[in-house]
């Protein structure tokens, strides 16, 4: 067998780079002279989400709370974006808005677009701002929200970064 020489070996890697350029050509997902793949955009079509007044997993609201989750994904199955009216929210819970976060992000690997408002009221607009939901959703935080401890961290295909977590324990270990 003969030996692959320095020069045959980088021919061969920037022979294989042009066929794969030229079947993007061919397929119309790369225009000739271009150096990136042409993104297929959308405009945006929100659908309402309106949010019950209790958004808490307690044993009286699940029902309801699970019920408007379910609402919030049949709108993404529909390939349709979603927007959070949270307006008339009274009582809202951390258990509640980590379902929902974990909703969004099945639906943000399929491009949905999400945007929304947040409670009126100013109890439940502090804890969604505390919990950490902000993060997910690019929200503003006032400013006596921003010093919070709580802390949600998400799993799955997007990756939480170790130094993150690694943070999140010390800033714990000091309470304990």
Do not use: C
Request: aromatic share 8%; charged share 30%.
């Amino acid at each position: 067998m003969k030996k692959i020489t320095y020069q045959n070996k980088t021919y061969t890697i920037a022979r294989q780079r042009y066929q794969l350029k030229r079947q993007k050509w061919e397929k119309g997902t790369l225009k000739r002279g271009s150096t990136k793949l042409q993104k297929r955009t959308r405009l945006p079509d929100f659908v309402d989400a309106i949010a019950p007044e209790k958004f808490k997993l307690d044993s009286l609201n699940v029902k309801e709370v699970l019920a408007y989750i379910g609402k919030v994904k049949e709108i993404g199955k529909k390939k349709k974006d979603v927007n959070f009216i949270l307006e008339n929210v009274k009582e809202i819970g951390i258990g509640a808005i980590s379902m929902l976060i974990s909703v969004m992000q099945e639906l943000e690997e399929k491009s949905i677009y999400f945007k929304g408002v947040k409670p009126t009221e100013e109890k439940p607009r502090d804890v969604l701002e505390q919990s950490g939901f902000m993060e997910y959703v690019n929200g503003n935080i006032s400013e006596k929200n921003k010093g919070t401890k709580n802390i949600i961290f998400t799993t799955g295909k997007s990756s939480t970064h170790q130094k993150r977590i690694v943070d999140a324990i010390h800033k714990a270990n000091h309470t304990v």
